[in-house]
């Protein structure tokens, strides 16, 4: 039974329990003369006392008790933020939280319950309590810098970031500098001026493009190494692809991931390093090559027709079977789907790539011009009709394609399938995608790798991406670093979408 009672002496004795309840402890509660809030296991919620007091009946007092009709009761992870209001003639604790309109629109909004005098110190504690519950593990107030692309996805990256992103950003009492790229490569340069430390994340309202730029231009800077390990980089939707946005915070609703990214916990991830010619960049989300880039990169002329050019052309090109011959070198590091379905609960610690040295690290394995080292393994893949490397686990709405792959477990997560499968099989590999259920498919091959080299085969002329932009169709290496990037996301250590376990 719990003693404490208000400072106006209103509260007796076991009363507290019924506004409590079980699971909350007497300061996660505030007992106002007239009501009482509660900060539960996850939610807070706002009672009347009087109602609760009259209505209570001795022998159900439990833990919904105070949860009655009427009741305000909000979850934690819609918490924006909480204050003590205080001005000449009243005072209130404010809790400013994500009210919804709809499944993919919230809103902020204000609740505002008058306190006393008397009752400032404690409400002052019990705001901070609340805060740092509703914030666990994660910053709060957070210096943001919004890149976003005006020509993103549908052109609606701006409009979408003033009237749904923006409010929430505010109210989560965030420090926001905003700034548009005025033209393409501008956020490498962006990314490469930037003062790291004065913030907490970059966050590009846009596809696929600005981010990669943001990595490549932190990349590019002396201090490249401290730079990716301290600010986080994030995506909001504002483009076509968002499969950043979708792998952290599990939706593409831009108020939502908003609310997901003021809450996200920092949570390093790997990146990977790609050698072509004489050039190296990074890569944050994939490589493709085969059908996969053909339909990113060599669709323009259909883009009038929204995403259905992507059913068009891979039903276009399954049914004409077409095969891109490949000759893959792979570092192997876990080679069989039972193997990787044990390893998904394990969780490798990354080292810490401050601590030698200064600029990008080294590679471990050399360039696409070296000699491919002796424990590769040496593959001939002459009816390849995709090419797809992961690292991270949704590539855009409903394309979970890499249900095996966690934020920095140290892999890439290799896979390739024939183009000879057949138009039904093919299908249902990327079907399943859907729902991760891809990954047991037995014509999909899937494994996790430290590094390869890609050297197309017989073709003229192809397509080949990283991260939805375009490189040479000549070979190319790949090697992962591990932990190298930090992002933001609800969970540590974990994408959100369905994985296998
Ligand atoms: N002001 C600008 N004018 C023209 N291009 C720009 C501008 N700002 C950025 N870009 C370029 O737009 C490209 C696409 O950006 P982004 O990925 O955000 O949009 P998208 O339409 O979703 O593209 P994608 O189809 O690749 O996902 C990037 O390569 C970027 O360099």
């Known amino acids: 039974m719990s003693t404490s009672s208000n400072e106006s002496g209103t509260a007796l004795a076991g009363e507290n329990d019924a506004f409590i309840g079980l699971g909350a402890s007497a300061d996660d509660a505030l007992l106002l003369d007239s009501q009482s809030l509660t900060i539960r296991e996850d939610s807070v919620t706002v009672a009347d006392r009087r109602k609760a007091s009259k209505k209570r009946d001795p022998s159900c007092c439990g833990p919904n008790v105070a949860a009655k009709s009427g009741d305000e009761k909000i979850s934690l992870h819609n918490v924006l933020w909480a204050r003590v209001y205080i ?12 009210k ?11 609740l505002s319950i008058p306190i006393a005098e008397s009752d400032l110190e404690k409400a002052d504690q019990w705001v901070e309590r609340l805060l740092a519950r509703a914030y666990e593990g994660a910053q709060q107030a957070k210096r943001l810098k919004v890149l976003i692309n005006p020509n993103g996805g549908p052109g609606a990256a701006e409009k979408t970031y003033r009237t749904e992103i923006e409010p929430i950003f505010t ?9 548009l790229t005025q033209y393409p490569k501008h956020a490498i340069k962006i990314a490469q001026e930037l003062d790291i430390d004065a913030y907490d994340a970059v966050v590009c309202i846009s596809g696929d493009g600005i981010p990669h730029e943001v990595f490549n231009g932190l990349g590019k800077r002396p201090d490249a190494r401290k730079a990716l390990r301290s600010i986080a980089v994030c995506q909001l939707p504002g483009g076509s692809g968002n499969g950043m946005c979708w792998s952290f ?36 989300l994939s490589q493709s090559a085969g059908i996969t880039a053909e339909l990113d990169l060599g669709t323009e002329n259909l883009r009038w027709m929204g995403n259905t050019r992507f059913t068009v052309g891979f039903l276009q090109r399954v049914v004409a079977e077409r095969l891109y011959p490949t000759e893959l070198y792979v570092k192997l590091a876990i080679e069989s789907k039972e193997e990787i379905r044990r390893h998904a609960s394990t969780h490798r610690e990354p080292p810490d790539h401050t601590c030698d040295g200064t600029g990008l690290p080294p590679l471990q394995y050399g360039t696409v011009k070296d000699e491919v080292p002796d424990d590769w393994v040496k593959e001939w893949h002459p009816k390849m009709g995709n090419f797809w490397c992961g690292n991270m686990i949704c590539m855009s709405k409903d394309v979970h394609y890499f249900p095996a792959a966690r934020p920095n477990d140290g892999y890439m997560d290799l896979t390739t399938w024939d183009g000879n499968v057949g138009r039904i099989k093919a299908f ?37 991406s990283i991260d939805g932009e375009k490189i040479q169709f000549a070979p190319f290496q790949a090697e992962i670093h591990h932990g190298l990037g930090v992002s933001l996301s609800l969970r540590h250590n974990s994408f959100e979408g369905p994985t296998i376990t």
């Open 87 to 98: 001005s000449e003639d009243k005072s209130a604790v404010q809790i400013t939280h994500a």
């Open 100 to 110: 919804a309109f709809g499944k993919r629109l919230v809103k902020p909004a204000t």
């Open 171 to 179: 109210a989560a009492s965030c420090a926001v500098d905003v700034e």
């Open 249 to 284: 915070t599990g939706t593409d609703a831009a108020s939502l991931a908003a609310v997901a990214l003021v809450k996200g916990k920092r949570t390093h991830f790997d990146l990977v390093s790609i050698t072509q010619g004489d050039e190296r960049i990074l890569s944050f």
């Open 428 to 464: 249902s590999i990327m079907l399943g995608a859907e729902t991760g259920r891809n990954f047991d498919h037995p014509q999909l091959n899937y494994r996790k790798v430290l590094a390869y080299r890609f050297v197309p085969k017989n073709q003229k002329d192809g397509y080949i």
